[in-house]
């Protein structure tokens, strides 16, 4: 008799108990044949051998399991085997305590049930045929034993039920701890990049525009055939290459998401690998170049706030717009979803620094981050970033 449980010590303590209890009932009713001289001595020595035999044969099959065909069958010839024992002693009646378990245990509850009633039905008459004196005693002890039974294997399984929902629990908050360790040791590395890409950028990438602009004019200012202009046009130069040098990288150090493509590419990217809502991307206006900060604040601002209606919103469908005006460009994120208040501040302990960090990253570069949401209204989220002007990227 095997079983789909792991082979914990607890369950293979309990199997060895229920072999050694159905063994020492059934070498009683032989013994007390024996010892007393009944008159069918030979009959009860052999159906205890048969039901023996039987329930032996089913220990050792891997076939029979809980809720299998094999299981049924066995149970069949183990509850006959034990049907003709009762028939020929009335010390049979004891070995209807552990076929109550070993029912609760293979059968499937809705029959289980049903044969453990019947099993004790089955253990009265045997005690009525054999003329036993007819006590209350006689009725009600195997209906206990089958109630005790009943409730020790329900109450097993309940027991078995909620470990093993806390061991998949803990094994789920070890498997988290270690993507959330992950997940912040890349959150690290990109931020990192995001910065030195940032001070790059305004830095020296600014600086060498701007001395670039000024060696231009300078150049222009001089007479033709002036000895300076050829330095001022070397300096230039050098200008121009360092700045294509810092602008290289910036993009090395842009984030994976803007390596492969486009703002416009990554935001379709992120759009289309959304789960939960439909998200649906779309650009509005003259799509133009944007300086690498803007594009990443932009790609971040959009997977916070897609992020925050995936997991809070409850939204069926969403929307991001990348819109390209005249001298600036927006970001709209909006679903359809619970919404909230956003005059309520949450606390830090259930989060809300979402909307702090992306008003951050909108002062950071001079734009502005508008949320309008109410109850049961829905969300939308806006950016909105002047456009640097021409020579300043």
């Known amino acids: ?233 070397q300096a230039r130069r050098a200008a121009q290459d360092n700045l294509a040098e810092a602008r290289r990288f910036v993009r090395a150090l842009t984030p994976p998401d803007l390596e492969q493509g486009s703002l416009s590419g990554a935001l379709e990217r992120l759009c289309a690998g959304a789960r939960g809502p439909a998200v649906q991307f779309g650009v509005s206006g003259t799509p133009v170049a944007l300086p690498t900060p803007y594009e990443v604040a932009l790609l971040r601002i959009a997977q916070s706030a897609l992020a925050n209606t995936v997991q809070h919103a409850g939204a069926g469908r969403a929307e991001i717009t990348l819109s390209f005006m005249d001298t600036s460009v927006a970001l709209d994120v909006v679903d359809d979803g619970r919404g909230f208040d956003p005059d309520v501040r949450r606390p830090k302990e259930t989060g809300g620094f979402g909307l702090p960090a992306m008003r951050s990253r909108a002062r950071s570069l001079g734009g502005t981050l508008s949320v309008e949401s109410a109850p049961g209204q829905g969300t939308a989220v806006a950016i909105t970033l002047p456009l640097p002007v021409a020579g300043a990227r």
């Open 1 to 233: 008799m095997d079983s789909a449980r792991p082979h914990t010590p607890v369950t293979a303590l309990l199997r060895l108990c229920l072999h050694l209890l159905l063994a020492g009932l059934l070498a009683l009713a032989a013994v007390r044949a024996t010892g007393h001289g009944a008159a069918h001595t030979r009959a009860v020595v052999g159906a205890v051998a048969l039901m023996g035999a039987v329930y032996a044969v089913g220990v050792a099959l891997p076939a029979v399991r809980p809720r299998t065909t094999a299981a049924a069958v066995w149970l069949g010839a183990l509850g006959a085997a034990w049907l003709a024992l009762l028939v020929v002693s009335p010390d049979a009646l004891w070995a209807a305590f552990p076929l109550y378990f070993l029912l609760l245990h293979l059968l499937a509850l809705r029959w289980a049930l049903p044969a453990v009633l019947a099993a004790a039905g089955a253990a009265i008459a045997g005690f009525l045929l054999h003329g036993q004196q007819v006590t209350p005693g006689a009725f009600i002890g195997p209906l206990i034993g089958a109630a005790v039974a009943v409730a020790t294997v329900l109450g097993y399984d309940a027991l078995y039920r909620e470990s093993e929902r806390r061991r998949e629990l803990i094994d789920e908050l070890v498997a988290t701890r270690a993507e959330l360790a992950e997940a912040e040791r890349t959150a690290g590395t990109l931020a990192e990049r995001e910065r030195l890409a940032r001070e790059i950028h305004d830095t020296l990438a600014q600086g060498l525009s701007s001395i670039q602009l000024l060696l231009r004019a300078a150049e222009r200012a001089l007479p033709a055939g002036d000895p300076a202009r050829d330095h001022v046009e």
